[in-house]
């Protein structure tokens, strides 16, 4: 069966510090990957997707990257944080075909001070 | 663009009630895609069910039940006999056909249902 990895559960990082949130997926070739943020009483928001190896698609302009460099490996990156990026970061994995749903990780809650 | 509203913010119900969760979707493609979601405390979302554009019959899963109705754009949710465990946030998501092969989520905000022992 397929599960999705997602890494840390909880980070505290300092205004400016660099960031780089891990997700990796298990039992499954060539799927699509995501990552949402919730803010606090809020809905999700898609930050990014990705249908394969080295693409990577960003859905709102903002400081935080992504990247894909293995099939099931996606991970979030941020040069510079601010405090507006606190939030609770989620991963996800759907099948290739359109429409499928998509399966999340257990998510990493991010503080910045 | 598309939307989804879910205008109830938050529901609180005595067990053993049902409760009805709104969820009113826009879209201008003829081809999409429902879901409902659920976020216990512990934050993990957890998919309940999907429904395609092209079949608007009801489906019924134990004390669940989804009411589809493209005529108003609607996808509720309904809990009967609601127990404490259903106690979490709720999320109706919609997604269009895309021929990329990806199909980003919108959320709608969520109705946080609080069922009270």
């Known amino acids: 069966s397929q599960t999705i990895h997602q890494w840390p559960a909880t980070l505290v990082q300092p205004v400016g510090s660099p960031l780089s949130l891990e997700c990796t997926v298990e039992g499954t070739s060539n799927p699509n990957l995501y990552w949402y943020r919730q803010a606090a009483g809020r809905g999700l928001q898609l930050l990014f997707y990705?249908?394969?190896?080295?693409?990577i698609s960003s859905e709102v302009p903002q400081n935080l990257s992504a990247s894909r460099p293995q099939d099931r490996q996606f991970i979030l990156s941020s040069k510079k944080l601010l405090l507006s990026d606190s939030g609770f970061y989620l991963c996800?994995?759907?099948?290739?075909?359109?429409?499928?749903?998509?399966?999340f990780g257990d998510g990493t809650r991010l503080s910045i001070l | 663009a598309q939307k989804v509203t879910q205008a109830q913010t938050e529901i609180s119900v005595v067990e053993k009630e049902d409760v009805t969760l709104d969820c009113v979707y826009e879209t201008r493609d003829t081809t999409y895609y429902l879901f409902w979601y659920k976020q216990p405390p512990s934050g993990e979302l957890v998919f309940l069910i999907r429904r395609n554009s092209f079949d608007e019959q009801n489906e019924i899963s134990g004390r669940y039940s989804w009411n589809f109705q493209k005529s108003t754009s609607s996808f509720n949710f309904t809990i009967t006999a609601s127990q404490v465990v259903d106690s979490a946030v709720y999320f109706c998501a919609l997604t269009e056909r895309s021929g990329g092969g990806a199909d980003g989520l919108t959320f709608g905000k969520g109705t946080h249902l609080i069922i009270q022992p």
């Open positions: 996800a994995w759907s099948g290739g075909q359109g429409g499928q749903p998509q399966h």
């Open positions: 990705s249908v394969g190896i080295g693409q």
